[in-house]
């Protein structure tokens, strides 16, 4: 019996980036519509109640409804899949959702779950406080943590590590290779969050992460439009040496006539399981309209980062020189910390966001923020509109000074997602702000 996943058939081994961006994941045939077609559609037809069957027992790929999959959903997806150089993807309703099915998949009651700490806010609730409650263990470690004490944060539950290649909002440039072989040796995979530097300036899966997730909610959309997520498989992690680690993998599920997802569907199977029971059961899918609309902003993405990270380098350059600015980190700028891991991981750019603080304290980089007019205050990073937003105050107000320390973010921290416009007109905008709070 062989089992093909959906979102395999159209991934292409071999084109660039910036021909992916436009063509990937569909390829019109004689006739057919130029552009991805959006499948509005909750249900597909069948001519006989047996074809349809196959389906349910998953002995044969197609359509039946969208919750679980859908035709522009899955171009979306391949395309993204072929961007970060997997073998299957899946679209999912949001960021958030990505990051707990990517961790949920493989990683049930019992199990445990090794995390850095200076992570997105959402995906540090998520894992700090969430996936507790569903009877997962969690060990944060520092970012600038030694081998030796993420090593000591194993135990013999440990299902996965996770971290993000670009952190949101410090802006730190995660060590992947480094973390994939600490992972690797204890028998578990790495999944790299994406979300900042896109497929476009790194690929975490050339540098030994198993499993990629994005919020395509930021840069990949790009305009602003669209919530999203997305997950990726390398296909390299080989889950049935470790099959006592990842039963639900490599052992039979009986919701599917006692299916083993590893034998039915291969290098397919972690992705098929996330799809046919995790979506089946927690319904998150991506509408099919927002994932056309992702299409759209995939297309012009590599022109998009290419941009913002022009841009953002101009700007950390000018922030870097001001007297006003107390710190800055932007590991594009040579004296940065992180410079030499940016010029591995990410040589030709990172993304548009930069993280800076202001003397004067709480109270001036809120007047500083109030005083901007073209750069918006906005509960939003990655897209094509600039914006700023202070962390304490908003994303992470519900953490404590402390943990917001321990996660690399001082109270100051102003997030700057450099946008798309005329960098001048940006620069403009930022001097009079700070000429105004003074
Ligand atoms: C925004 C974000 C998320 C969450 O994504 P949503 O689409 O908002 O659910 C996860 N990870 C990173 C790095 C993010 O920036």
């Known amino acids: 019996m062989e ?60 359509y039946f409804y969208t919750r679980l999959q859908n035709p522009t959903n899955d171009n979306v997806a391949a395309r993204i899949a072929e961007l970060e150089g997997g073998v299957a993807g899946m679209l999912t309703s949001s960021g958030q959702a990505a990051n707990f099915f990517a961790i949920f998949n493989i990683c049930e009651a019992g199990g445990h779950v090794i995390a850095f700490n200076n992570i997105y806010g959402g995906t540090f609730n998520l894992i700090g406080t969430t996936l507790p409650k569903l009877g997962i263990e969690v060990t944060f470690v520092g970012e600038d943590a030694t ?19 670009i952190s949101n909002p410090g802006v730190r440039i995660f060590d992947i290779e480094r973390y994939a072989k600490i992972a690797h040796a204890h028998g578990v995979p790495l999944i790299v969050d994406n979300t900042f530097p896109t497929p476009v300036f790194c690929r975490p899966i050339e540098f030994g992460a198993d499993i990629v997730t994005h ?30 680690k990842f039963p639900g993998l490599c052992s ?38 927002n994932a056309f609309y992702l299409n759209l902003g995939l297309q012009s993405l590599h022109v998009r980062m290419k941009q913002h990270h022009e841009n953002a380098l101009k700007i950390a350059k000018y922030l870097k020189s001001l007297d006003q600015v107390e710190w800055i980190n932007y590991s594009e700028l040579e004296s940065d910390p992180d410079h030499a891991l940016q010029q591995k ?23 500083f923020m109030d005083s901007l007019k073209l750069i918006g205050i906005a509960t939003h990073v990655a897209d094509c509109h600039s914006c700023v937003l202070h962390p304490a105050s908003h994303t992470h107000r519900q953490l404590t000074d402390e943990q917001l320390i321990e996660g690399g973010i001082s109270p100051n921290l102003i997030r700057l997602s450099v946008g798309i416009e005329d960098v001048d007109d940006l620069i403009e905008d930022i001097k009079q702000a700070l000429a105004k709070a003074k």
């Open 345 to 367: 991981y990410c040589p030709n750019g990172t993304c548009g966001v930069i993280a800076f603080g202001l003397k004067g304290g709480r109270d001036f980089s809120i007047k």
């Open 215 to 244: 919020s395509t909610t930021k840069y990949m959309d790009g305009h602003g439009v669209g919530v999203g997520g997305a997950i990726v498989d390398s296909g390299n992690f080989d889950w049935d040496k470790y099959a006592d």
């Open 147 to 165: 081998d030796e004490e993420i090593n000591a944060a194993f135990k013999p539950n440990t299902k996965l590590v996770f971290g993000e290649t």
């Open 3 to 62: 089992i093909k996943l959906l979102s395999f058939i159209q991934i292409i081994m071999g084109r660039k980036i910036d021909t992916i961006c436009v063509q990937g994941g569909y390829a019109p045939k004689n006739g057919e519509s130029r552009q991805m077609p959006l499948i509005q559609s909750t249900t597909f037809k069948y001519e006989s109640s047996d074809a349809m069957g196959k389906l349910f027992d998953l002995e044969a790929s197609g």
């Open 252 to 289: 039979p599920d009986p919701s599917y006539h006692g299916l083993t997802y590893t034998k039915a569907f291969g290098k397919g199977a972690y992705i098929t399981k996330a799809t046919a029971q995790l979506m089946r059961d927690f319904g998150s899918i991506q509408s099919p309209q």
